[in-house]
């Protein structure tokens, strides 16, 4: 027979909570009134005493981590605790603990209305893995009620709602995974949102634990424990937040809150980004380079980075970081100063792998630099591409610096712009290897994704010292929770079909739910066949409305995915790259309130409508901003879209056809291979970029999409600006233009107000309403006459 261990509290101090029973010992934080912490230590190292991922609203984290033990970061407000033989219950004015002390069965609640709400609860048999009693590993068992909902895990394949599916936290390089069923891919990210149908109440939880583990959300069944969940970690600690909506919304913005600030990073990031392995491989990979900037110029592709693959550091057929292969690239100093006259910044493909091989190999085992065998004696092996290597150590303080000092000294030095870190996944196998764990050396197991974290770290480090007046601009593919601190990312090597363009769109809306704001995906797929036009080009129309906009490839047919890949075709591209740059200016306003306020980028549609049951069902669209909703085809041959418009108070507008339709419609929309159906909320003030776009003009001029409500309402937008390259944006040097727009059934009454430090680069907004738009207009006091469009001045 399982007997339960009967604990009781032990110490009440710094809003913590201590029960003890026999040699288990429990502690319960007080955070937030909506965030509670729950931590049953197992283990003992001193680097499980730390984290890295849990840095609310911080930039930056010290290498070593923040102490679990700080409570600083957290306002720790007041709380009740109530105590009794068989429970204690803890609460603040949010959120409330039962804790039944026989076997600490955690019972959560809500308040409501001033009602409290049963939310969550540990199963009642076996919830922990008490004395071992379960096996190896952290294991955390609740129940699961049929109505729930569940949404996060990071970037995972499949449906956004991840009922009845298991998962594997495990970072792996899934090059051309199937984007509906691979799992595990690149990132670990051990937190999901629990949403109940009949209590309409969201809330999270994060384990922050960076062991592989496993989440079962309701695949698993066992008729002696009733419906469960579970998670669990292979090593290490049980230490879980619990974060209270009670919307989803509230549940990811705090997420992201805890986990740091989106990185503010350079408005270029923004644009079109260049990019394919087969360039660099290229035995002429110099020449290639140039084609592609003459290309771009010739078919007028405007275009703000090119991403460099690792092909640049080859030693025959191998890749060697921070080797500069003379014999593709004879003159880096001329290849890059060619992208640079042609307003085009350069990113470079860096690896955390030494090949045995690597010139440097050597030295750098000498110095211990690697992960070590498990007896610190000779570098830990692993395959890594077509070779073996050794993965570099981040937790010794000199390979941080190392990897910093190369940075700078052989890419940044000769003008590279910012890195991409690449193939990061610390795919290492054995289990005993070591990490130094900055003087407490520690199996590698129990950190593989801060190692990452660090490596991305190292390199932001280089490049804000190198360029201290430049904000810096990185890409990692793989990353823990908190990434957003330092990188954008993407998806990582997905594969050439149809279905891949509707399940990456899922898998970025869980990065988005789980505080990843800032990404992207492969645009015409990474590998396999070339993408034929109608799939490149609705490809394209999905990732136009994404933060990173990149189009890479390395198709086994040896051809290369650009917007000129078929002729036939050009204008059309040609006008949906320009779209793209035409919403930058949005999307920069989006990508500021991410970095200030915590809000995503792209919510699925039930983010802002919760109240509307339909926008769960699943579907293929999403929100930018909060405003504009994308319903992008992603079926073949289809030329037209069903749509579902979000039950919203005003309703909401067709963009291509400027027509009006009440929320909680359904339509059948035209969607021929030229058009991207999106419809924007009633009320929506939407900044674009206007006048010419093209590839040679770099003029900022500045237009604005006024959707005005058709009855009484008043909108207030401020549209955020700065020089979009420095840093000085910390320094207050940054201005709002106010735009409040207030309707009734005869008058569209618009007034600005412009606040701010930063000198606007342009003197006016070109204004454009919807073309059916007849009533008056007044701006700041006077009548409009002439409407379509007309001009505020700035």
């Known amino acids: 027979m399982i007997k339960d261990i009967k604990f009781s509290i032990n110490a009440v101090e710094n809003n913590t909570i201590i029960l003890r029973g026999g040699d288990t010992i429990a502690h319960v934080y007080i955070l937030e009134e909506d965030v509670f912490r729950v931590y049953i230590p197992e283990e003992q190292h001193p680097l499980l005493n730390r984290t890295w991922t849990i840095t609310p609203e911080a930039e930056d984290v010290a290498k070593e981590g923040r102490e679990k033990s700080d409570l600083s970061p957290f306002t720790l407000p007041h709380f009740q605790l109530h105590e009794s033989k068989n429970e204690i219950e803890i609460f603040t004015d949010k959120l409330r603990i039962v804790i039944e002390l026989n076997g600490l069965k955690f019972h959560w609640f809500a308040k409501v209305n001033e009602q409290w709400i049963n939310i969550a609860n540990d199963r009642q048999t076996q919830n922990y893995n008490f004395n071992k009693s379960l096996g190896t590993g952290v294991y955390h068992y609740l129940e699961r009620n049929t109505n729930d909902h569940y949404y996060g895990l990071g970037e995972k394949g499949g449906p956004l709602n991840k009922v009845g599916k298991r998962y594997r936290m495990k970072t792996i390089d899934a090059m051309g995974y199937d984007a509906e069923h691979t799992d595990p891919l690149y990132k670990h990210i051990p937190y999901y949102i629990t949403y109940n149908d009949d209590t309409e109440i969201a809330y999270g939880l994060y384990y922050d634990n960076y062991s592989d583990a496993i989440f079962d959300l309701g695949n698993e069944l066992d008729n002696y424990h009733g419906l469960y969940r579970y998670y669990h970690a292979t090593k290490g600690n049980l230490d879980y937040y619990f974060m209270l909506g009670p919307r989803i919304k509230n549940v990811v913005e705090t997420f992201s809150r805890l986990t740091g600030k989106t990185i503010m990073p350079p408005k270029w990031s923004l644009g079109y980004s260049g990019s394919t392995m087969t360039y660099t491989d290229a035995p002429d990979a110099q020449e290639q380079l140039k084609k592609f900037v003459e290309s771009c110029r010739e078919y007028d592709i405007p275009c703000d980075s090119f991403q460099l693959s690792s092909g640049y550091t080859s030693i025959g057929d191998k890749r060697y970081v921070f080797n500069w292969d003379y014999s593709k690239i004879p003159s880096p100093d001329e290849m890059i100063e060619n992208f640079q006259n042609n307003g085009i910044k350069l990113c470079a493909n860096i690896k955390p792998v030494l090949l045995k091989g690597h010139p440097l190999y050597n030295e750098l085992a000498e110095n211990n630099y690697f992960i070590m065998s498990k007896d610190l004696d000779e570098p830990e092996v692993s395959q ?202 949005f999307l920069y306003q989006a990508l500021h309130k991410a970095h200030k306020d915590y809000k995503p980028i792209l919510t699925p549609t039930f983010y802002q409508f919760d109240h509307d049951k339909q926008t769960f069902e699943e579907n293929d669209d999403f929100i930018v901003g909060d405003q504009l909703l994308i319903c992008n085809v992603v079926e073949e041959g289809a030329r037209h879209r069903d749509v579902y418009l979000p039950d919203n108070k005003h309703g909401w507008y067709d963009i291509n056809s400027d027509k009006f339709y009440p929320g909680r419609t359904n339509l059948k929309t035209d969607a021929p291979l030229d058009t991207i159906p999106m419809y924007a909320q009633a009320g929506s003030i939407l ?36 020089d979009g390259q420095t840093i000085h944006y910390k320094d207050g040097e940054y201005t709002y233009i106010k735009i409040k727009m207030e309707c009734n059934d005869e008058l569209i009454d618009i007034n600005t107000e412009v606040e701010g430090e930063y000198k606007l680069p342009y003197e006016k907004i070109t204004c454009y309403l919807p073309k059916l738009e007849q009533r008056k207009v007044k701006v700041n006091g006077q009548i409009i006459t002439n409407l379509h469009p007309f001009v505020l001045n700035v």
């Open 384 to 585: 890594f591409w077509d070779d073996i290597g050794s993965y570099l150590d981040f937790t010794n303080d000199q390979t941080f610096d190392w990897w910093k000092d190369k940075i700078k000294t052989q890419l940044l030095s000769y003008g590279i712009d910012s890195t991409w870190n690449d193939n990061n996944e610390y795919e290492i196998w054995d289990e005993n290897a070591k990490a130094l764990g900055f003087g407490d050396p520690i199996s590698v197991s129990y950190i593989k994704p801060i190692q990452t974290m660090l490596m991305m770290k190292a390199s932001y480090e280089a490049q804000r010292e190198f360029f201290p007046d430049v904000r810096p601009y990185l890409i990692s593919r793989s990353g823990a929770a908190g990434m957003q601190k330092y990188v954008q990312t993407w998806s990582g090597d997905n594969f050439t079909e149809w279905k891949t363009i509707r399940f990456n769109i899922k898998m970025g809306l869980s990065l988005s739910m789980s505080g990843v704001y800032n990404f992207g995906h492969d645009v015409g797929g990474f590998s396999g066949k070339a993408p034929d036009p109608e799939l490149f080009i609705r490809w394209i129309q999905n990732g136009i409305f994404h933060p990173r906009f990149t189009i890479h490839s390395w198709n086994e047919d040896k051809t290369v995915n650009v917007p000129w890949m078929y002729p036939e075709y050009l204008d059309l591209i040609r006008g949906l790259m320009k779209e793209r740059v035409k919403w930058i200016p």
């Open 687 to 722: 900044p674009i970029r206007d006048g010419e776009i093209a590839f040679h003009n770099n003029i900022e001029e500045r237009g604005v999409l006024l959707f005005p409500y058709k009855n009484n309402g008043v909108t207030e937008e401020y549209i955020y600006e700065d």
